[in-house]
């Protein structure tokens, strides 16, 4: 039986968790599976009430799950890093969830602002290092509130860290003996037809001369032991510009974590908004649960108006079955989003809809009894 951890969280996640979990208990029935759900009370209303925010005994519960599941995090009423740093970086960081995994693709019936870009163009991945980089905590500051202050934050990667990305991003991307990747991966057909995966490395090895050298020495290195995957490099600055202006062109991305968190909201916007952008949070050695979550966050200013859009918490679900080895219940949840979103209704605000969470969420199950 797997053990699931249920993190509802702060603002709008106990909403589109709510659905997430109802479309887990029809496809759990549909294949036979049998879990458990663990549920934990984690966010900014707890802090505010106790003082807590992720107590050591709590963690080592959320330790003991199969995987995670993660409605948002983050409260006006608590200050800016207290419930991240609290919450989000230590999970990610004590559970090994070394890789975050966001896919990227535009589904046939919602809108991007690109202009003459349809579902053929955005349909790419993004392998971002999760436990490294400038989110480590490394720094400090001197003659703090003065006209001398310094402030410092260093950016930290190691051979060890920076390697096990890597090889993850040129998994993903390896199109090789007829395997199809997991998430997103080259069907046998199209292996078959001697297409081949691209993984483009993403940093800014001309002005980060220390810590990006690092990345492509070991970019190139691994890379001879894909002859069969493509590889290409590119600046920061000049992807987020193609990532707009020609966003075929990319079909797997690594980057660090703190580009790899700028890069992805660009790209969430490119599919059609946060509403539909999902995530992982991955320990690929599975010796500790994975977390799965939306990308969107809390958003505070429509908490409790019931319209929120629950579609990236269901996709973000559909990326736990990818982990949990069942691919079959994976591809019902995208069929049945796809079916929803292609029909044009019901629709959340932010796709330019009157729907709510619950009208949504309702739809995307019935498409899964249709499929």
């Known amino acids: 039986m797997t053990k699931i951890g249920v993190i509802p969280g702060d603002g709008v996640g106990p909403e589109v968790m709510r659905e997430s979990l109802a479309v887990l208990a029809d496809v759990a029935s549909t294949h036979g599976r049998q879990y458990e759900l663990v549920p934990f009370d984690l966010g900014g209303e707890r802090y505010l009430k106790t003082g807590e925010v992720l107590p050591d005994a709590v963690f080592g519960d959320l330790a003991r799950c199969d995987v995670i599941l993660l409605g948002a995090v983050g409260h006006p009423g608590v200050a800016p890093g207290v419930l991240e740093k609290g919450i989000l970086l230590r999970l990610r960081f004590e559970l090994g969830q070394y890789i975050n995994l966001r896919p990227i693709k535009l589904y046939s019936g919602v809108e991007t602002p690109i202009k003459a870009k349809g579902p053929d163009d955005i ?136 580009f790899g968190d700028i890069i992805t909201d660009l790209g969430a916007v490119l599919q059609g908004g946060m509403g539909v952008a999902s995530s992982g949070n991955l320990n690929p050695s599975r010796t500790t649960p994975s977390m799965f979550e939306p990308v969107h966050g809390s958003a505070p200013d429509i908490a409790g108006r019931g319209i929120a859009n629950p579609t990236a918490a269901v996709l973000s679900l559909a990326m736990m079955f990818d982990h949990l080895g069942l691919p079959a219940a994976a591809i019902d949840v995208r069929q049945a989003v796809a079916k929803v979103l292609a029909a044009g209704k019901p629709r959340t605000p932010d796709l330019g809809g009157q729907a709510s969470t619950a009208d949504v969420g309702a739809a995307i199950r019935a498409a899964l009894g249709a499929s």
């Open 123 to 258: 349909d790419m991945i993004v392998v971002r290092e999760n436990n490294e980089d400038l989110y480590v905590g490394v720094g400090g500051i001197t003659r703090k509130g003065t006209s001398e202050e310094v402030a410092l934050q260093t950016s930290v990667n190691t051979r060890a860290g920076v390697e096990r990305c890597l090889r993850f991003a040129f998994d993903q991307a390896r199109g090789g003996g007829g395997r199809a990747r997991p998430f997103r991966g080259l069907s046998a057909e199209e292996v078959g037809r001697g297409l081949v995966g691209q993984l483009t490395l993403v940093a800014k090895t001309n002005v980060l001369t220390y810590a990006h050298d690092l990345w492509m020495r070991a970019f190139l290195e691994i890379a001879r032991e894909y002859p069969d995957v493509k590889t290409d490099y590119q600046h920061v600055d000049a992807c987020c510009m193609r990532m707009v202006v020609s966003p075929e062109r990319f079909d797997v991305i690594v980057t660090t974590n703190m």
